[in-house]
Protein backbone atom coordinates (compact mmCIF):
# COMPACT_ATOMS: atom_id res chain seq x y z
CA UNK A 1 0.00 0.00 0.00
CA UNK A 2 1.40 3.66 -0.98
CA UNK A 3 2.22 5.60 2.09
CA UNK A 4 0.16 8.40 3.11
CA UNK A 5 1.40 11.99 4.18
CA UNK A 6 -0.61 12.79 7.32
CA UNK A 7 0.73 16.51 6.98
CA UNK A 8 -1.21 17.00 3.79
CA UNK A 9 -4.34 15.79 5.38
CA UNK A 10 -3.81 18.52 8.60
CA UNK A 11 -3.14 21.37 6.10
CA UNK A 12 -5.97 20.70 3.94
CA UNK A 13 -8.09 20.27 6.95
CA UNK A 14 -6.72 23.72 8.66
CA UNK A 15 -6.87 25.26 5.42
CA UNK A 16 -10.73 24.20 5.38
CA UNK A 17 -10.22 22.61 1.98
CA UNK A 18 -13.30 20.44 1.22
CA UNK A 19 -11.95 17.64 -0.68
CA UNK A 20 -9.29 17.24 1.89
CA UNK A 21 -11.38 17.75 4.74
CA UNK A 22 -14.19 14.48 3.39
CA UNK A 23 -10.97 12.56 2.54
CA UNK A 24 -9.53 13.05 6.52
CA UNK A 25 -13.16 11.80 7.52
CA UNK A 26 -13.21 9.09 5.31
CA UNK A 27 -9.77 7.63 6.73
CA UNK A 28 -10.94 8.52 10.25
CA UNK A 29 -13.87 5.96 8.96
CA UNK A 30 -12.08 3.78 7.49
CA UNK A 31 -11.45 -0.07 9.50
CA UNK A 32 -8.05 -0.31 7.71
CA UNK A 33 -5.34 -0.53 10.55
CA UNK A 34 -3.00 1.50 7.97
CA UNK A 35 -5.41 3.89 7.93
CA UNK A 36 -6.73 4.23 11.72
CA UNK A 37 -2.83 4.76 12.07
CA UNK A 38 -2.84 7.87 10.47
CA UNK A 39 -6.59 9.13 11.23
CA UNK A 40 -4.53 9.16 14.52
CA UNK A 41 -1.91 10.74 13.86
CA UNK A 42 -4.28 13.64 12.06
CA UNK A 43 -6.40 13.96 14.87
CA UNK A 44 -3.64 14.32 17.55
CA UNK A 45 -2.83 17.54 15.48
CA UNK A 46 -6.15 19.10 14.83
CA UNK A 47 -7.27 18.71 17.99
CA UNK A 48 -5.51 21.22 19.72
CA UNK A 49 -7.16 23.15 17.01
CA UNK A 50 -10.26 22.04 17.78
CA UNK A 51 -13.50 22.76 20.52
CA UNK A 52 -14.30 26.85 19.73
CA UNK A 53 -17.90 25.53 17.79
CA UNK A 54 -21.26 25.03 19.64
CA UNK A 55 -22.15 21.55 19.34
CA UNK A 56 -25.68 20.98 18.70
CA UNK A 57 -27.67 17.52 18.99
CA UNK A 58 -31.06 17.53 17.24
CA UNK A 59 -33.52 14.14 17.50
CA UNK A 60 -37.08 13.99 17.24
CA UNK A 61 -39.93 12.02 16.41
CA UNK A 62 -40.52 10.29 12.96
CA UNK A 63 -42.42 12.91 10.84
CA UNK A 64 -41.29 15.96 12.79
CA UNK A 65 -39.80 17.62 9.43
CA UNK A 66 -35.64 16.98 10.80
CA UNK A 67 -34.14 17.39 7.55
CA UNK A 68 -36.26 20.71 6.90
CA UNK A 69 -35.80 21.92 10.48
CA UNK A 70 -31.77 21.54 9.71
CA UNK A 71 -31.96 22.38 6.16
CA UNK A 72 -33.42 25.99 7.21
CA UNK A 73 -31.82 26.67 10.47
CA UNK A 74 -28.14 25.78 8.60
CA UNK A 75 -29.45 28.12 6.28
CA UNK A 76 -30.60 31.19 8.58
CA UNK A 77 -27.16 30.72 10.56
CA UNK A 78 -24.55 30.36 7.36
CA UNK A 79 -26.78 33.84 6.28
CA UNK A 80 -25.91 35.17 9.45
CA UNK A 81 -22.17 34.87 8.47
CA UNK A 82 -21.25 31.29 10.74
CA UNK A 83 -20.06 28.34 9.15
CA UNK A 84 -21.93 25.26 10.24
CA UNK A 85 -21.30 21.29 9.48
CA UNK A 86 -23.98 18.92 9.50
CA UNK A 87 -23.26 15.90 10.38
CA UNK A 88 -26.12 13.58 9.11
CA UNK A 89 -26.34 10.32 10.38
CA UNK A 90 -28.27 7.51 7.74
CA UNK A 91 -29.21 4.32 9.39
CA UNK A 92 -27.68 1.62 8.13
CA UNK A 93 -29.28 -1.27 6.64
CA UNK A 94 -29.28 -4.32 9.27
CA UNK A 95 -29.50 -6.74 6.48
CA UNK A 96 -26.81 -5.65 4.13
CA UNK A 97 -24.57 -2.58 6.31
CA UNK A 98 -25.47 -0.26 3.68
CA UNK A 99 -26.96 3.04 3.95
CA UNK A 100 -29.47 5.66 2.31
CA UNK A 101 -27.32 8.75 1.92
CA UNK A 102 -30.04 10.93 1.29
CA UNK A 103 -28.74 13.38 3.44
CA UNK A 104 -27.51 15.81 0.54
CA UNK A 105 -30.64 15.06 -1.35
CA UNK A 106 -32.86 15.92 1.26
CA UNK A 107 -30.60 19.17 2.39
CA UNK A 108 -30.16 20.46 -1.21
CA UNK A 109 -29.54 24.10 -1.02
CA UNK A 110 -27.81 24.02 2.51
CA UNK A 111 -25.67 21.82 0.42
CA UNK A 112 -24.42 24.03 -1.94
CA UNK A 113 -23.83 27.07 0.41
CA UNK A 114 -20.38 27.78 0.77
CA UNK A 115 -20.68 28.68 4.61
CA UNK A 116 -22.07 24.80 4.91
CA UNK A 117 -20.89 21.33 4.74
CA UNK A 118 -23.16 17.99 5.10
CA UNK A 119 -21.51 14.77 5.98
CA UNK A 120 -23.70 11.62 5.72
CA UNK A 121 -22.13 9.10 7.63
CA UNK A 122 -23.55 5.28 8.12
CA UNK A 123 -24.67 4.60 11.89
CA UNK A 124 -23.04 1.36 11.27
CA UNK A 125 -25.35 -0.15 13.47
CA UNK A 126 -24.23 2.06 16.85
CA UNK A 127 -26.79 2.76 19.47
CA UNK A 128 -28.26 6.45 19.86
CA UNK A 129 -28.86 6.49 16.01
CA UNK A 130 -25.09 8.04 15.59
CA UNK A 131 -22.10 7.02 13.36
CA UNK A 132 -19.06 5.56 14.87
CA UNK A 133 -17.00 8.42 14.47
CA UNK A 134 -18.99 11.14 15.06
CA UNK A 135 -17.03 12.68 17.87
CA UNK A 136 -13.72 12.36 15.31
CA UNK A 137 -15.47 14.31 12.28
CA UNK A 138 -16.48 16.69 15.19
CA UNK A 139 -12.82 17.01 15.70
CA UNK A 140 -12.28 17.63 11.97
CA UNK A 141 -15.00 20.24 11.51
CA UNK A 142 -14.07 22.30 14.10
CA UNK A 143 -10.36 22.48 13.44
CA UNK A 144 -11.47 23.24 9.65
CA UNK A 145 -13.20 26.76 11.01
CA UNK A 146 -16.73 25.52 11.69
CA UNK A 147 -18.10 27.24 14.31
CA UNK A 148 -21.77 25.31 14.41
CA UNK A 149 -21.59 21.67 14.40
CA UNK A 150 -25.59 20.42 14.44
CA UNK A 151 -25.28 16.18 14.65
CA UNK A 152 -28.84 14.99 13.11
CA UNK A 153 -29.93 11.43 14.77
CA UNK A 154 -32.29 8.76 13.50
CA UNK A 155 -34.74 8.77 16.20
CA UNK A 156 -36.13 9.13 19.46
CA UNK A 157 -35.18 6.77 22.19
CA UNK A 158 -32.99 5.67 25.40
CA UNK A 159 -29.94 5.18 23.29
CA UNK A 160 -30.01 9.29 22.47
CA UNK A 161 -27.87 9.19 25.68
CA UNK A 162 -25.06 8.67 23.00
CA UNK A 163 -25.93 11.51 21.07
CA UNK A 164 -26.66 14.14 24.35
CA UNK A 165 -22.60 13.05 25.46
CA UNK A 166 -21.10 14.47 22.70
CA UNK A 167 -22.70 17.71 21.97
CA UNK A 168 -23.25 20.95 24.26
CA UNK A 169 -27.07 21.53 23.55
CA UNK A 170 -29.61 18.68 22.61
CA UNK A 171 -32.63 20.06 21.07
CA UNK A 172 -35.48 17.96 20.77
CA UNK A 173 -38.19 18.75 18.46
CA UNK A 174 -41.86 17.25 18.58
CA UNK A 175 -45.17 17.41 16.85
CA UNK A 176 -48.48 18.72 17.79
CA UNK A 177 -51.72 17.49 17.43
CA UNK A 178 -50.45 13.50 16.70
CA UNK A 179 -53.09 12.70 19.17
CA UNK A 180 -51.33 11.98 23.06
CA UNK A 181 -48.41 14.01 22.42
CA UNK A 182 -46.75 12.60 25.42
CA UNK A 183 -47.62 9.12 24.76
CA UNK A 184 -44.61 8.85 21.86
CA UNK A 185 -42.21 10.22 23.85
CA UNK A 186 -39.97 8.77 26.85
CA UNK A 187 -39.37 10.38 30.08
CA UNK A 188 -35.25 9.32 29.34
CA UNK A 189 -35.42 11.64 26.14
CA UNK A 190 -36.63 14.63 27.87
CA UNK A 191 -34.23 14.67 30.69
CA UNK A 192 -31.46 14.64 28.28
CA UNK A 193 -33.01 18.01 26.22
CA UNK A 194 -31.80 21.49 26.93
CA UNK A 195 -34.46 22.37 24.74
CA UNK A 196 -37.79 21.38 23.53
CA UNK A 197 -39.03 22.58 20.14
CA UNK A 198 -42.82 21.91 19.15
CA UNK A 199 -42.23 21.75 14.65
CA UNK A 200 -45.04 22.95 12.32
CA UNK A 201 -46.50 25.36 14.43
CA UNK A 202 -47.76 26.97 11.18
CA UNK A 203 -51.78 27.13 9.73
CA UNK A 204 -54.44 25.61 11.88
CA UNK A 205 -51.41 23.96 13.64
CA UNK A 206 -51.01 26.93 15.93
CA UNK A 207 -53.22 26.08 18.63
CA UNK A 208 -52.32 22.13 18.75
CA UNK A 209 -49.07 23.74 19.46
CA UNK A 210 -49.44 26.14 22.04
CA UNK A 211 -51.23 23.37 23.70
CA UNK A 212 -48.51 20.75 23.21
CA UNK A 213 -46.50 23.32 24.51
CA UNK A 214 -48.03 23.62 28.12
CA UNK A 215 -47.77 19.96 28.09
CA UNK A 216 -44.76 19.80 27.55
CA UNK A 217 -44.11 22.53 30.13
CA UNK A 218 -45.90 20.82 32.77
CA UNK A 219 -43.73 17.05 32.15
CA UNK A 220 -40.65 18.94 32.69
CA UNK A 221 -41.69 20.41 35.87
CA UNK A 222 -42.17 16.75 37.29
CA UNK A 223 -38.37 16.20 36.57
CA UNK A 224 -35.26 17.70 38.34
CA UNK A 225 -33.05 20.32 36.27
CA UNK A 226 -29.56 18.99 35.46
CA UNK A 227 -28.28 22.41 35.70
CA UNK A 228 -28.74 25.33 38.54
CA UNK A 229 -28.51 27.97 35.20
CA UNK A 230 -30.36 26.58 33.24
CA UNK A 231 -34.37 25.80 32.89
CA UNK A 232 -35.10 23.36 29.91
CA UNK A 233 -37.68 26.16 28.02
CA UNK A 234 -40.46 24.98 25.39
CA UNK A 235 -40.50 26.95 22.37
CA UNK A 236 -42.96 26.92 19.51
CA UNK A 237 -41.42 26.94 15.32
CA UNK A 238 -42.31 26.40 11.88
CA UNK A 239 -39.14 25.34 9.62
CA UNK A 240 -41.37 26.37 6.52
CA UNK A 241 -42.21 29.63 7.69
CA UNK A 242 -38.93 30.48 9.71
CA UNK A 243 -40.97 31.39 12.56
CA UNK A 244 -39.22 30.42 16.06
CA UNK A 245 -35.56 29.55 14.37
CA UNK A 246 -34.39 32.98 15.44
CA UNK A 247 -35.19 32.53 19.08
CA UNK A 248 -34.32 28.87 18.76
CA UNK A 249 -30.54 29.82 18.35
CA UNK A 250 -31.43 32.57 21.07
CA UNK A 251 -31.97 29.96 23.15
CA UNK A 252 -29.25 27.95 22.07
CA UNK A 253 -26.56 31.36 22.67
CA UNK A 254 -28.18 31.97 25.83
CA UNK A 255 -27.80 28.54 26.96
CA UNK A 256 -23.63 28.17 26.01
CA UNK A 257 -23.39 31.85 27.74
CA UNK A 258 -25.10 30.83 31.23
CA UNK A 259 -23.17 27.42 31.21
CA UNK A 260 -19.80 28.75 30.24
CA UNK A 261 -19.83 31.75 32.86
CA UNK A 262 -20.52 28.98 35.54
CA UNK A 263 -17.79 26.86 34.50
CA UNK A 264 -20.27 24.11 33.56
CA UNK A 265 -20.06 24.06 29.92
CA UNK A 266 -15.76 23.37 30.64
CA UNK A 267 -16.86 20.55 33.06
CA UNK A 268 -19.34 19.03 30.45
CA UNK A 269 -16.69 18.85 28.07
CA UNK A 270 -14.39 17.81 29.91
CA UNK A 271 -17.01 14.61 30.93
CA UNK A 272 -17.16 14.01 27.72
CA UNK A 273 -13.75 13.33 26.94
CA UNK A 274 -13.43 10.77 29.55
CA UNK A 275 -16.46 9.04 28.35
CA UNK A 276 -14.82 8.86 24.44
CA UNK A 277 -11.90 7.35 26.42
CA UNK A 278 -13.46 4.77 27.52
CA UNK A 279 -15.95 3.82 24.73
CA UNK A 280 -12.58 3.71 22.40
CA UNK A 281 -11.18 1.37 24.92
CA UNK A 282 -14.21 -1.10 25.01
CA UNK A 283 -14.73 -0.60 21.10
CA UNK A 284 -10.71 -1.53 21.50
CA UNK A 285 -11.09 -4.64 24.03
CA UNK A 286 -13.86 -6.24 21.43
CA UNK A 287 -12.31 -5.86 18.48
CA UNK A 288 -9.14 -7.39 19.99
CA UNK A 289 -11.78 -10.10 21.55
CA UNK A 290 -13.47 -11.36 18.41
CA UNK A 291 -9.93 -10.90 16.35
CA UNK A 292 -8.36 -13.41 18.98
CA UNK A 293 -7.41 -16.60 17.20
CA UNK A 294 -8.61 -19.17 20.27
CA UNK A 295 -12.25 -17.65 20.32
CA UNK A 296 -12.01 -17.14 16.98
CA UNK A 297 -11.54 -20.90 16.43
CA UNK A 298 -14.18 -22.23 18.62
CA UNK A 299 -16.82 -19.34 18.55
CA UNK A 300 -19.16 -21.11 16.10
CA UNK A 301 -18.99 -24.23 17.26
CA UNK A 302 -20.01 -22.63 20.90
CA UNK A 303 -22.54 -20.08 19.01
CA UNK A 304 -24.27 -23.71 17.75
CA UNK A 305 -24.40 -25.01 21.08
CA UNK A 306 -26.20 -22.10 22.98
CA UNK A 307 -28.76 -22.05 19.90
CA UNK A 308 -29.30 -25.81 20.32
CA UNK A 309 -29.52 -25.28 23.90
CA UNK A 310 -26.36 -27.39 24.64
CA UNK A 311 -24.62 -24.67 26.89
CA UNK A 312 -25.76 -22.15 28.48
CA UNK A 313 -24.89 -18.51 27.74
CA UNK A 314 -23.50 -17.81 31.10
CA UNK A 315 -21.13 -20.65 30.60
CA UNK A 316 -20.27 -20.25 26.82
CA UNK A 317 -19.27 -16.65 27.64
CA UNK A 318 -17.23 -17.78 30.24
CA UNK A 319 -15.30 -20.30 28.34
CA UNK A 320 -14.70 -17.77 25.67
CA UNK A 321 -13.58 -15.25 28.03
CA UNK A 322 -10.80 -18.37 29.06
CA UNK A 323 -9.68 -18.77 25.52
CA UNK A 324 -9.41 -15.13 25.28
CA UNK A 325 -7.48 -15.07 28.32
CA UNK A 326 -4.85 -17.74 27.61
Not at 155 to 170: C, H, L, P, R, W
Request: one cysteine or more.
Amino acid sequence: MKSIDPQAYIDGVLANKRPLVAKTITMIESALPAHQKVAQTILEALIPESGNAARIGITGVPGVGKSTFIERFGMMLAEQGHHVAVLAVDPSSSRSGGSVMGDKTRMEKLSLHPRAYIRPSPSGGTLGGVAKKTRETMIVCEAAGFDVILVETVGVGQSETTVASMVDFFLVLMLAGAGDELQGIKKGVLELADAIAINKADGNNIQNAQEARQEYEAALSLLSPESKVWTVPVLTCSAVTMDGLKEIWETISDHRKKLSAAGQLADKRRRQATDWMRNLVEEGLKDQFYSNPHVKQRLAQITMAVESGATSPTAAAHELLALYNQ
